[in-house]
T-cell receptor
Framework: SAVISQKPSRDICQRGTSLTIQCQVDSQVTMMFWYRQQPGQSLTLIAT?????????ESGFVIDKFPISRPNLTFSTLTVSNMSPEDSSIYLC???????FGPGTRLTVL | QKEVEQDPGPLSVPEGAIVSLNCTYSNSAFQYFMWYRQYSRKGPELLMYTYSSGNKEDGRFTAQVDKSSKYISLFIRDSQPSDSATYLCAMSGDSGGSNYKLTFGKGTLLTVNP
């Protein structure tokens, strides 16, 4: 298993601003995944991030809105850009073939 | 039709009851099936992982997969208040590589009453 931490754990942001979420893993992993969990909705994959290459985005998610960095094998960031209230959600990173999850970042956009 | 359907509940049972949680799916390419438990304000944690059809048991938990019916189940025996959580089913068609992707159900909220 992997131990995953995320920062911040929660934040309240104003419309039009951006927030960068950090994900740190205690071991080297090839693939990292970013998910969104909206109230009453399924966990939805935003993108897959491999070290040394551009992230692969799922349908409905674009790099300009959710830029991702993956500078090494233990760390990744997801930025939520130009936020609106519809971006209020829990954002989770995960790793591994069976996908271990971090504790999540609870974002509220006013 | 959504790829994965899961009754959101809520489901409330007395302590000691047998709990049955279910998901149906439409994509016949799914080969790998998972159940996650998510406590309030926590990330999901993997409970059970099965490949193709059949049963898998781990302590009080049993996962069943019926690919012919596109139906998976999670049974919890002798349920405890500590089992109170949201249970998410998830599935994929590939266990690794660049095409790996999980499709989740919406989750079922379970409360076990002492």
């Amino acid at each position: 298993s992997a131990v995953i931490s995320q920062k911040p754990s929660r934040d309240i942001c104003q419309r039009g601003t951006s927030l960068t979420i950090q994900c740190q893993v205690d071991s080297q992993v090839t693939m990292m995944f970013w998910y969104r969990q909206q109230p009453g909705q399924s966990l939805t994959l935003i993108a897959t991030a491999n070290q040394g290459s551009e992230a692969t985005y799922e349908s409905g998610f674009v790099i300009d809105k959710f830029p991702i960095s993956r500078p090494n094998l233990t760390f990744s960031t997801l930025t939520v850009s130009n936020m609106s209230p519809e971006d209020s959600s829990i954002y989770l990173c995960s790793v591994g073939d069976t996908q271990y999850f971090g504790p999540g970042t609870r974002l509220t956009v006013l | 039709q959504k790829e994965v359907e899961q009754d959101p509940g809520p489901l409330s049972v007395p302590e000691g009851a047998i709990v049955s949680l279910n998901c149906t799916y439409s994509n016949s390419a799914f080969q790998y099936f998972m159940w996650y438990r998510q406590y309030s304000r926590k990330g999901p944690e993997l409970l059970m992982y099965t490949y193709s059809s059949g049963n898998k048991e781990d302590g009080r938990f049993t996962a069943q997969v019926d690919k012919s019916s596109k139906y998976i189940s999670l049974f919890i025996r002798d349920s405890q208040p500590s089992d109170s959580a949201t249970y998410l089913c998830a599935m994929s068609g590939d266990s690794g590589g660049s095409n790996y992707k999980l499709t989740f159900g919406k989750g079922t909220l379970l409360t076990v009453n002492p």
